[in-house]
């Protein structure tokens, strides 16, 4: 009888162990691509996509096995689950540090649901076709369907949220502030105008502004690639910005070490357009030019290819930014090549702006595209690159994203969710505001450092004035 008692706690033990086996890797399925990924990808980006044909095949390649496992979808018999977080946790506002606005953080209003919008909006992102009709043909076609089914491998903690809704922008400058984020880079397309797959956006910008002002920050322009973008629109562009933005208290301008308080402006592919046309609007002799009259400002070039650089100098731009999450996707994303982009920038003037991310996996609206999935690490590879921006010595360092919910750069909080047959990646064993704690330990950090390194360089370290 001992005997089978023994046994029957063998197997009772074996069983224990298998189930908590099974959860624990429910748990912790993650991407399983390497923090710092091979440079593949390029072909993504318009017009260097043209440049690197030979990289399609790495997309074929790829075996279906890990395609589903870097998708994370698996076939459970499950309610839906969505865990709400308690917000108790969050710091006090005179528990924070001064907010920095050496750091800026990319920001998207293009979200839209039912009550606010009348449908949902980029929640439901189409999956995108892959150039090859033999790649796209192995994977699914249609939308997402919210508020369940999103576009993004990851869950917020808002829900499927209106970009129009006032309590959400408070909620995000709540978020920002708490982060210790200075300023916000809002993507911005001119009135009446969207990207494919959202609404226009620009009469939400009095209301940003606005709800900015609140938390002390500041708002600056994300200008995105529309039909026929050029000189001749890019100066209607500027000047409707700040004609109709510029007297706002939460407008941002930079000090220069000049002295000047200049607007500042991100050019989202910048490279598309030649660079005769920039230098056009940016160059003091050009035909367009707004050098030395009311809308001068600094003008802020992606880099993407190495050979750009001088394009962007002939362009007349006042810097250079990266902006991809992904290390090795991109010349200017590779954290290796940012001490060289520094030192280039500083033997002809410019300012380099590094972009940072917590991740990257856009696998729910690019199911082909998980070799440039790069995995969180719990928090590790946002602060590999933080570090690597740091030691660049920036004139500002940017956040790619605050909510980019579709390439899974955010830092907005998340929570845990699955439906019976979705499992969205979270921030866990963390919290939800993991990423907002990292930045706001980094941007004191930052802060601190470039207050030496500034002076050091003859700059100056003032905080920018309205």
């Excluded at 100098?313 to 994303?333: H, M, Q, V, W």
Aim: charged content about 20%; glycine content about 6%; overall charge positive.
């Amino acid at each position: 009888m001992a005997k089978f008692r023994r046994k029957t706690c063998f197997i009772l033990s074996l069983f224990i162990l298998l189930f908590f086996s099974l959860m624990m890797g429910l748990k912790m399925l993650r991407p399983n691509q390497a923090a710092f990924g091979d440079p593949f990808g390029l072909d993504l980006l318009p017009e260097i996509r043209q440049q690197t044909p030979h990289l399609t095949k790495v997309f074929d390649s790829q075996k279906s096995d890990k395609i589903n496992s870097e998708t994370n979808i698996k076939n459970l018999k499950t309610e839906e689950i969505t865990v709400k977080a308690s917000v108790a946790s969050e710091p006090r506002p005179e528990e924070l540090p001064p907010l920095n606005y050496y750091l800026h953080v990319f920001y998207y209003s293009w979200y839209g649901n039912p009550q606010f919008d009348g449908k949902y909006i980029h929640w439901n992102h189409p999956v995108l076709s892959h150039w090859d009709p033999g790649i796209t043909k192995k994977y699914p076609k249609g939308k997402h369907n919210p508020p369940d089914d999103i576009g993004s491998r990851f869950y917020p903690e808002l829900g499927s949220y209106s970009s129009r809704d006032p309590s959400v922008i408070e909620t995000h400058m709540k978020q920002m502030h708490s982060a210790s984020i200075g300023v916000l880079a809002l993507s911005w397309y001119p009135p009446d105008l969207n990207d494919e797959n959202g609404e226009p956006t620009d009469n939400l910008v009095p209301t940003i502004l606005d709800k900015a002002h609140k938390y002390n920050l500041k708002v600056t322009f994300h200008i995105e690639p529309y039909k026929n973008r050029d000189d001749k629109s890019m100066y209607q562009n500027v000047k409707y910005i700040i004609d109709k933005y510029g007297n706002h208290p939460a407008f941002y301008r930079y000090k220069t070490k000049n002295g000047n308080a200049l607007p500042m402006f991100y050019i989202y592919d910048s490279y598309i357009t030649a660079s005769q046309k920039w230098a056009n609007l940016l160059t003091s002799s050009g035909s367009q030019s707004i050098r030395n009259s009311p809308y001068d400002a600094l003008f802020i070039a992606l880099l993407v290819d190495k050979k750009h650089r001088y394009g962007i100098l002939r362009g007349g731009f006042d810097g250079i930014y990266t902006y991809f999450a992904t290390n090795g996707f991109t010349y200017g994303s590779s954290f290796e090549n940012w001490a060289n982009i520094k030192y280039f920038c500083d033997q002809f003037d410019l300012m380099f702006i590094p972009s940072v991310g917590p991740g990257y996996i856009d696998t729910s609206i690019r199911p082909w595209n998980s070799q440039n999935t790069r995995n969180r690490v719990n928090g590790k590879y946002y602060e590999t690159a933080l570090r690597a921006a740091l030691q660049a010595h920036p004139s500002i360092i940017s956040i790619t994203s605050f909510n980019e919910w579709h390439e899974g750069t955010q830092i907005e909080r998340a929570v845990p969710k699955r439906t019976s047959n979705i499992v969205y990646l979270d921030y866990r064993p963390h919290k939800p505001s993991l990423y907002l704690e990292l930045t706001r330990k980094w941007s004191e950090k930052y802060r601190k450092e470039r207050a030496i390194y500034a002076l050091g360089h003859q700059e100056l370290s003032t905080q920018p004035v309205s």
